[in-house]
């Protein structure tokens, strides 16, 4: 019986390296990488970033953090990603209707929270970035973001010894590429899963809405729910919300992307997770605080020929509602994610 | 003796092998296939592409006049070809990179090697741009990558084609005109394929490590002269996709023409 395992442990053995190796040559894949798996929590819709085409490893991912908090990938090495997208404000900029860029500019738009990044298949407000690889590129080469060049990041990065190693362990050899660069962007940020926030907990049975929660809740279902989908609360569809057009940064939203009038003023509907953290509101952050956002559905939308027909009737809100609404958004805001080291500046 | 667990028994390890040597074969059944599709015959194939206008070599800085009249220099010109392919009874994309990236200013990118199967052609084909899969897919490398400044990273899309210079006639700063050509979404897809036939002789045949070597005559004119009349005065910025772009692009499909063919 003993001889009967030490061979079958063998021959068990051989085919398993046979497996790894077979699909080593060439590949550049790196045996030694630890890989992981995208969270899926309960109830949410299938992935969407495609991850058979970028595997994540926990040393891409920790390439990506560094990356993601490194001011080199800025032309003066002051806007690091992590300048606009801050930890503790869901990774959006905290109480900052426009984001400070390179030389003392502003952005045009309101810096969206990141999280849940695997669920989309466009970014930005007016989708105009098809996948998630690409999206660095943008804030790095706009001028009033990080105002660099991609050329110029790749040198700064390739000529720091310490980097290379990180992508010689990652990516099988220590070139550093623009492909390969958005890839570990991309295999941190897809990892920074919000789903563990008190609705969640509810959601799981774990916890219980207090009577306000519970109340704000059925109020959300009954008017807000239908945009801001659950689990996700967004569709990720492109709406216009009725916002008057900004009379100097005459923002068209979908528009400028499709070309089409019918585009026009349409903005990505933003999750409502982490809504309590995430303010200024808005996609040019024109309302500072969630009261001024429910006094907007209430009585501020202005119709035009694409304004959502959803809002037809506005939305009308009591001040009882809009206290007990509040409660309930309370519960979005997931702590846990909001502090959780592994998205944290690495040390 | 306690009985053997179950999973232990001599056939249910020689199971256990067998599945995985199976599974070892079918994860290597892509690179094989993979390593296949390029041994089919081919034979070699170079494409030399001259920039010219209304015949003579165009070179940066040098002034042109246009159509219209309008006289103006070109400090930079920059076109993506790609997916090239041999027309006839059985048309076979050729083999290399999918794309290239021609530059006025890197005279060596204005050749391009391929191998395409052997056969018998009565004609060229490629796509001026860049399929709309390769424009939403992801970070490309090679001549794909964005670092090349081919790419609009506020909203995704390869820049297909690009033409800057300076002219009197133009309302911006310096005179300058910028044209920029891309855009994948309908209705201002600005892809375009030129499709070219041969003429002296009708027909080549690629054989097997052979050389054959194409040349090719891209006129400038045709940029501005075609079925969109583009006025430098009227227009000299066009940096997005739409329908300006598309229509532009409507033009300089027509500029590539087979001035001569070698075969060695």
Not at chain 1, 16 to 36: I, R
Not at chain 2, 89 to 103: K, S, V
């Amino acid at each position: 019986m003993r001889k009967l395992l030490v061979i079958s442990s063998l021959v068990i053995a051989v085919c398993c390296s046979l497996l790894v190796q077979s699909c080593n040559k060439g590949g550049g894949e790196n045996a030694e990488l630890t890989f992981m798996d995208i969270p899926q929590p309960a109830g949410f819709p299938p992935i969407q970033y495609d991850v058979a085409n970028n595997p994540i490893s926990k040393e891409g991912f920790e390439l990506g953090r560094k990356l993601f908090y490194d001011g080199r990938l800025s032309k003066d090495g002051n806007f690091p990603c992590a300048s606009c997208h801050q930890q503790f404000a869901a990774f959006a900029t905290f109480e900052h209707d426009f984001s400070h860029g390179f030389n003392n500019q502003f952005t045009t738009r309101n810096a969206p929270g990141l999280f849940n990044l695997a669920w989309h298949k466009e970014m930005h407000h007016d989708g105009g970035i098809a996948h998630l690889d690409l999206q660095p590129l943008a804030p790095i080469t706009a001028p009033n973001e990080m105002g660099e060049t991609i050329p110029a990041v790749l040198k700064k990065i390739g000529d720091d010894p310490d980097y290379r190693q990180h992508f010689q362990r990652v990516f099988g050899n220590e070139e550093v590429t623009t492909e390969r660069m958005t890839k570990a962007l991309s295999q941190f940020m897809v990892m920074m899963v919000s789903a563990t926030s008190k609705y969640d907990q509810v959601k799981a049975g774990k916890a219980s809405f207090d009577v306000n929660e519970e109340a704000g809740y059925a109020i959300f279902k009954n008017k807000c729910a239908s945009c801001h989908k659950e689990p996700l609360f967004t569709d990720l569809q492109y709406r216009n919300n009725g916002l008057p057009m900004h009379p100097t940064l005459k923002d068209v939203g979908r528009m400028r992307i499709t070309g089409s009038s019918q585009d026009s003023l349409k903005f990505k509907v933003p999750s409502l997770r982490n809504v309590m953290v995430t303010y200024p509101y808005m996609h040019d952050g024109r309302f500072g605080d969630i009261s001024n956002v429910y006094e907007h559905y209430n009585s501020g939308i202005q119709f035009g020929p694409t304004t959502d027909p959803l809002l037809k009737t506005k939305i009308p809100l009591s001040a009882t509602e809009r206290g007990l609404l509040t409660e309930f958004l309370k519960t979005l805001t997931d702590a846990a994610f909001n502090t959780d080291p592994r998205f944290a500046a690495p040390q | 003796m306690p009985r053997p667990l179950t999973y232990l028994t001599p056939r249910s390890i020689l199971l256990t092998a067998v599945g995985l040597i199976l599974l070892a074969l079918t994860a290597c059944q892509k690179q094989l296939n993979f390593e296949s599709g390029q041994t089919s015959p081919g034979g070699k194939i170079r494409l030399i592409f001259f920039p010219t206008f209304n015949g003579s070599p165009v070179l940066p800085g040098l002034s042109y006049t246009n159509i219209a009249g309008e006289p103006f220099s070109i400090q930079v010109f920059k076109l993506y070809v790609g997916k090239i392919r041999g027309n006839g009874n059985q048309p076979a994309e050729a083999d290399g990179e999918p794309y290239y990236l021609l530059d006025l200013a890197k005279p060596s990118s204005l050749q391009i090697d391929a191998t395409l199967k052997t056969g018998t052609y009565n004609g060229l084909a490629f796509l001026v741009g860049v399929d709309s899969a390769r424009n939403v897919s992801g970070v490309q490398s090679g001549a794909l990558d964005p670092a090349n400044g081919m790419f609009w990273t506020w909203n995704t899309g390869y820049i297909y084609a690009k033409l800057e210079g300076n002219s009197p006639v133009s309302n911006q700063i310096n005179g300058k005109f910028e044209y920029h050509i891309g855009g994948f979404r309908t209705p201002f897809n600005a892809i375009r394929e030129a499709k070219l036939s041969f003429t002296q002789p009708s027909t080549i045949t690629i054989k097997e490590d052979g050389l054959t070597t194409i040349y090719l005559r891209m006129d400038l004119a045709k940029w501005f002269d075609g079925p969109y009349p583009l006025r430098i005065a009227n227009l000299p910025v066009v940096t997005t996709p739409g329908a300006e772009a598309a229509s532009i692009a409507g033009n300089y499909v027509n500029m590539f023409s087979i001035t001569q063919i070698e075969q060695e």
